[in-house]
Structures are given as structure tokens and as C-alpha cells.
């Protein structure tokens, strides 16, 4: 099972939104609403952003917000904020696995 | 509150075996799946191994078929991850995660809690 693909870096200023895509196949992304997004800060564990496609965990910033369009699903960051800056990984279900697939992550940078 | 630690990692030749664990407290853990998620130094995550809360069932990917066997102790909420036969590409950040549900066949859990990770490095 390949990684779903996701931009290497994406950069804003802050204040500005970002939107960071994931992008798989009708196996996976496409096909299923099992979609969820995770934040990561350097050298910290994961932290779940998004589940579900669109749906934001308690205690989780309303400036996160999560889209799916055909075989690709979207985190967008609005009102951008330095406590932003990390890496994010998108998940999905996958007909190809027994587990799920992540995304290649995407470096965020708060210039 | 929900708490899980990994403990375990550690340095190991190829070829060798290791045994990592992760303790969990603050919640019913036979309720939930629990699943190994690994991270390469530098690289992306991906998913391991995985256990349904019942034990019924079990997950696997592909390039640790065979080698790695995953298992839970009720009595102690305690979930372990036997790696045998260790490769240098197994050299990770060793994460245990709790599921959202009882059950995470293909990946429909989404993964609500993360332990801190533990460190497995294979080399000679």
C-alpha cells in the first residue's frame, strides 16, 4: 500500500489560512469518509486534528477544518498562529490493508 | 485522563529480537483497539500492527508479517509488540496509539490518543 500524497511544505504568514491537500484513490481517500488528519510537533507524538473527514476532537481549535473532494481530502489552517508550525499527516482507510495509510506529512511553516 | 507509555526500545543487533510494551490507564481497555504505529528518524508514519479490544482480532502490515506479533494483557491493560528477526529499516520511534473503536479492520479507527514513543535502534 502506498502512501497517500501530500505537498512536502506549505508556508503562510501569519494570520493567513493554508490549505494542505491529501490526495489517494477511490481505495481509499476517495471511496470512504475515514479520513483523519494529525499534528505533530518536533520531536512530540502526534496529536489528532480531524477525524472522520471534517469532524474536529474536543479541546481542538476551530481554526482547523477538514474537506474531501473526490480522491482528495483537505486540512485548511485558518488565522494562522506560530504554534501552527509542525507536521501534519493525513490517514485513511484503505481496501488494500488490514491497517490503515498515512500521508507523506506536510511541513508547516509559519513565516 | 487517558494515558498511555511506551517502554522497551532500545538498541539491538540485526537479526535480534526486542519486545516493546505500553501501559494504559483511563479507560476500559477492552473496549478499544490499540495499535503500533512506527516513525523512521526523519521520515512519516506508518502504521504497524493492531489489535481489536476483544483480541479477536489482529492487523499486520506487510513488511512486518511474519516477524512481529502483537498481543494484550487484560489484567495488567498492558499491550505488547514481540519483533523478531530486526531489520535496520525497522529503526523507529516505536508509537502505541488507542483506537476509537472496539474494532480497526483497513483503518476505520481514527487514533484519539498516542503514547510518547519509545526508541527501537537496529544496528551492529
Known amino acids: 500500500q502506498s502512501a497517500l500524497t501530500q505537498p512536502a511544505s506549505v508556508s503562510g504568514s501569519p494570520g493567513q489560512s493554508i490549505t494542505i491537500s491529501c490526495t489517494g484513490t477511490?481505495?481509499?481517500?476517495?471511496?470512504?469518509?475515514?479520513v483523519s488528519w494529525y499534528q505533530q510537533h518536533p520531536g512530540k507524538a502526534p496529536k489528532l486534528i480531524i477525524y472522520?473527514?471534517?469532524n474536529r476532537p474536543s479541546g481542538v481549535s476551530n481554526r482547523f477544518s477538514g474537506s474531501k473532494s473526490g480522491n482528495t481530502a483537505s486540512l485548511t489552517i485558518s488565522g494562522l498562529q506560530a504554534e501552527d508550525e509542525a507536521d501534519y499527516f493525513c490517514?485513511?482507510?484503505?481496501?488494500?490493508?488490514?491497517?490503515?495509510?498515512f500521508g507523506t506529512g506536510t511541513k508547516v511553516t509559519v513565516l | 485522563e487517558v494515558h498511555l507509555l511506551e517502554s522497551g526500545g532500545g538498541l539491538v543487533q540485526p537479526g535480534g529480537s526486542l519486545r516493546v510494551s505500553c501501559a494504559a490507564s483511563?479507560?476500559?481497555?477492552?473496549?478499544?483497539?490499540m495499535i503500533w504505529v512506527r516513525q523512521a528518524p526523519g521520515k512519516g508514519l506508518e502504521w504497524v500492527s493492531g489489535?481489536?479490544?476483544?483480541?479477536?482480532?489482529?492487523y499486520q502490515a506487510d513488511s512486518v508479517k511474519g516477524r512481529f506479533t502483537i498481543s494484550r494483557d487484560y489484567s495488567k491493560n498492558t499491550m505488547y509488540l514481540q519483533m523478531n528477526s530486526l531489520r535496520a529499516e525497522d529503526t523507529a520511534v516505536y508509537y502505541c496509539?488507542?483506537?476509537?473503536?472496539?474494532?480497526?479492520?483497513?483503518?476505520?479507527?481514527?487514533?484519539?490518543?498516542w503514547g510518547q514513543g519509545t526508541l527501537v535502534t537496529v544496528s551492529s
Open positions: 483511563g479507560f476500559t481497555f477492552n473496549n478499544y483497539a
Open positions: 496509539a488507542k483506537g476509537h473503536a472496539s474494532y480497526c479492520s483497513g483503518g476505520t479507527c481514527y487514533l484519539d490518543y
Open positions: 472522520e473527514v471534517s
Open positions: 489489535m481489536s479490544g476483544s483480541g479477536g482480532g489482529t
Open positions: 477511490s481505495s481509499d481517500v476517495g471511496g470512504y469518509n475515514y
Open positions: 490517514s485513511s482507510y484503505t481496501t488494500s490493508s488490514t491497517l490503515g495509510v
